[in-house]
């Protein structure tokens, strides 16, 4: 039997959707798209939503969070953690990496009331320093592409794909892989269209193509397969389905925001067809991540080289913003010395660790991957940046006024 697990990541990212519109993208985006879960009440999903994301949800659609919680509560989410704001990962530094992992955390907590047991990573970006990141957050597992792997091992056999492995990092760290979107679907892949299964074919080829691989009888041990798909998908295929297939290569994305009626919901309700017939297969094993982590252990270890160059397009034509990344990195550097000598000193240092925590926050979000190079000024990064700079000299010269207070 074949054990199977969908993971989706839930972003608004400002790249694409122009502030103010965002909560167009949750109404007609996510709350189709969990209560279509929660409808079918069989299919297990592990849900990675960035914590800016998370926040948005709480504060401002409480019913939809409640309904989220109600699947944690139920076993039928499971609630991965995926960032602050969704950098890649193999391009930004050790410690901003920590820190984007550190707060969406923090958040996570905070708003669902779980304690995560694993990652995904945002635009597939691997580096050898994630799993000592990892180990030193309490995280067991992490959701990775196949690209790095056939990169680093073209003749991987296929079976490898559908079970856990070990990652190594640097000095020492390790961490459970498992690799995502074994085979590629879309937004069609449980989309019923006037009767007819759009997509379904293929996804019932790839269901038993896999299944090849299990060994293990009903209790659904043996191999897994890691089904991928954005939390968006209602809202994006509805929108595709309204301008049209080239729509995509013509910028349909910049129309984010724009509101679709009732459609999204009525396209999710006639994918909930596709999950029915999918959930009724008695040869499919639906489990979570860590529910099949619990069975499962690694068999093999390996490592892997970073994937930087493979995402060397987020960097190009962004020079100036990385040279202003940098520039606030070093004034929140400065800030945080000054806090520290000011702390053994015996001084309140509050304020100013507020204002320093405030500038992360800001340079943690102008990370933001989606359209680093085509957006920018969608996102306002080059703003997030200058302000974080602001936060942290201001933050500087709060604990240098504590320290001068005692000489």
Request: hydrophobic fraction near 35%.
């Amino acid at each position: 039997m074949l054990t199977v697990t969908f993971a989706s990541n839930l972003g608004l990212y400002r790249t694409f959707i122009e502030a103010g519109l965002e909560d167009v993208y949750v109404r007609e985006g996510y709350e189709p798209f969990i209560d279509m879960l929660l409808a079918n009440g069989k299919v297990k999903i592990n849900l990675f939503i960035e914590g800016v994301t998370a926040r948005h949800i709480a504060d401002d659609h409480p019913d939809l969070a409640d309904r989220i919680r109600k699947g944690l509560s139920s076993g039928q989410f499971e609630m991965g953690t995926y960032t602050y704001n969704h950098p890649v990962l193999s391009t930004i530094p050790y410690r901003d990496t920590f820190k984007q992992m550190e707060e969406g955390l923090r958040i996570d907590r905070d708003v669902w009331g779980v304690e995560p047991r694993g990652t995904a990573l945002p635009e597939a970006g691997w580096d050898p320093s994630l799993p000592r990141v990892l180990n030193d957050l309490g995280l067991e597992y992490m959701i990775m592409g196949r690209k790095e792997i056939e990169r680093d091992f073209p003749s991987m056999d296929e079976e490898f794909f559908h079970k856990p492995f070990t990652v190594n990092g640097i000095l020492g760290s390790c961490v459970t892989g498992l690799v995502m979107n074994a085979f590629e679907s879309d937004d069609r892949y449980f989309y019923i269209e006037g009767g007819v299964i759009q997509g379904f074919k293929q996804n019932v080829a790839d269901f038993d193509r896999c299944a090849r691989f299990t060994k293990g009888g009903t209790d659904g041990s043996g191999r897994i397969m890691v089904c991928k798909n954005d939390g968006e998908f209602v809202y994006e295929g509805t929108m595709k389905a309204k301008y049209g297939a080239a729509s995509e290569r013509n910028g349909y994305w910049m129309r984010f925001g724009e509101s679709l009626g009732d459609e999204p919901r009525k396209r999710a309700e006639e994918m909930k067809k596709g999950w029915d017939i999918l959930t009724s297969r008695n040869d499919l094993c639906f489990k979570t991540v860590s529910e099949y982590l619990a069975g499962n252990k690694p068999a093999q270890a390996i490592n892997l080289r970073p994937s930087f160059k493979a995402h060397r397009e987020w960097l190009e034509g962004s020079e100036k913003l990385a040279a202003m990344l940098e520039e606030s990195r070093n004034e929140i550097r400065r800030a945080e010395y000054t806090l520290k000598l000011a702390g053994k000193l015996g001084r309140n240092t509050g304020l100013a660790e507020q204002t320093v925590h405030q500038a992360w926050l800001l340079l943690l979000e102008a990370e933001i991957s989606t359209g680093r190079r085509a957006c920018a000024h969608v996102a306002g990064k080059a703003t997030r940046v200058y302000k974080s700079m602001e936060l942290a000299v201001k933050a500087a010269q709060l604990a240098e006024k504590a320290v001068d207070q005692i000489q």
